[in-house]
């Protein structure tokens, strides 16, 4: 990819053109063969090996240049209509593996504003992953992350609200924090917990053992709303 001096990439106007034409296509139907053929087809396992990502022109450090590599993203039992699986590790910012993720998500369907994929359950991982290597595609910021590592681990079943019951849990820890502020250069942490169920069905929302810590302070919240939907 190449990132022009504006901040935006070469590649930009190609997909703006293909979002395009996909919208001015979107109620454009196959012939009843071609219709039968996509129905009908199955991929065990589609996989992208050792990719990488080389950004041409980014400003930063060196590892700024090659934001991901080592990638390894698999998708398995893609079919028209049904959900999917997908798995990806990658080297996000440097050279060794620092995040996991896997989910299910799918079918694709197309709506007034665009395609979209429903996201069924996902979970990722984090392991000492430095924002030095992200942080000049994290658009304006005060805060000062070339030295922050990230950590954790977070679970989402049904984001998207399609079911009844949905849940976020998990915990992530951003250690060497810089305030915005020149003069303060004591780095500290931020930690969040959380544990958050909401079921649909009686309009209930259920908050277990969540926490939010800024350096030495701490704010924890633990609860239930019942009737939200009454």
Same mark, same amino acid.
């Given at each position: 990819?190449?990132?022009?001096?504006?901040?935006?990439?070469?590649?930009?106007?190609?997909?703006?053109?293909?979002?395009?034409?996909?919208?001015?296509?979107?109620?454009?139907?196959?012939?009843?063969?071609?219709?039968?053929?996509?129905?009908?087809?199955?991929?065990?396992?589609?996989?992208?090996?050792?990719?990488?990502?080389?950004?041409?022109?980014?400003?930063?450090?060196?590892?700024?240049?090659?934001?991901?590599?080592?990638?390894? *993203?698999?998708?398995?039992?893609?079919?028209?209509?049904?959900?999917?699986?997908?798995?990806?590790?990658?080297?996000?910012?440097?050279?060794?593996?620092?995040?996991?993720?896997?989910?299910?998500?799918?079918?694709?369907?197309?709506?007034?504003?665009?395609?979209?994929?429903?996201?069924?359950?996902?979970?990722?991982?984090?392991?000492?992953?430095?924002?030095?290597?992200?942080?000049?595609?994290?658009?304006?910021?005060?805060?000062?992350?070339?030295?922050?590592?990230?950590?954790?681990?977070?679970?989402?079943?049904?984001?998207?609200? *399609?079911?009844?019951?949905?849940?976020?849990?998990?915990?992530?820890?951003?250690?060497?924090?810089?305030?915005?502020?020149?003069?303060?250069?004591?780095?500290?942490?931020?930690?969040?917990?959380?544990?958050?169920?909401?079921?649909?069905?009686?309009?209930?929302?259920?908050?277990?053992?969540?926490?939010?810590?800024?350096?030495?302070?701490?704010?924890?919240?633990?609860?239930?709303?019942?009737?939200?939907?009454?």
């Amino acid at each position: 990819m190449t990132r022009l001096t504006d901040g935006t990439y070469a590649h930009e106007d190609v997909l703006a053109r293909i979002r395009a034409r996909q919208r001015a296509n979107q109620n454009t139907t196959l012939d009843p063969k071609g219709e039968r053929f996509v129905r009908e087809l199955r991929l065990d396992t589609l996989a992208l090996n050792h990719g990488r990502v080389i950004v041409h022109g980014s400003e930063g450090p060196p590892e700024a240049r090659t934001p991901l590599s080592d990638v390894h *993203l698999r998708l398995s039992d893609v079919a028209r209509g049904r959900p999917y699986d997908v798995a990806l590790d990658a080297a996000v910012g440097g050279q060794r593996k620092n995040l996991s993720l896997k989910g299910r998500m799918g079918p694709t369907t197309m709506t007034k504003s665009g395609r979209f994929t429903p996201i069924h359950t996902l979970t990722f991982a984090l392991d000492q992953l430095r924002m030095g290597g992200i942080t000049p595609y994290l658009g304006e910021t005060r805060w000062r992350w070339g030295q922050t590592t990230l950590d954790g681990d977070w679970t989402l079943e049904d984001p998207h609200g *399609l079911t009844p019951h949905t849940r976020v849990k998990g915990a992530v820890t951003m250690r060497g924090v810089l305030s915005p502020d020149r003069d303060d250069e004591t780095p500290f942490d931020v930690n969040l917990r959380a544990d958050v169920e909401v079921d649909r069905t009686v309009g209930r929302v259920r908050v277990t053992d969540t926490a939010m810590g800024l350096a030495d302070m701490t704010v924890r919240a633990a609860g239930e709303v019942s009737g939200m939907y009454s």
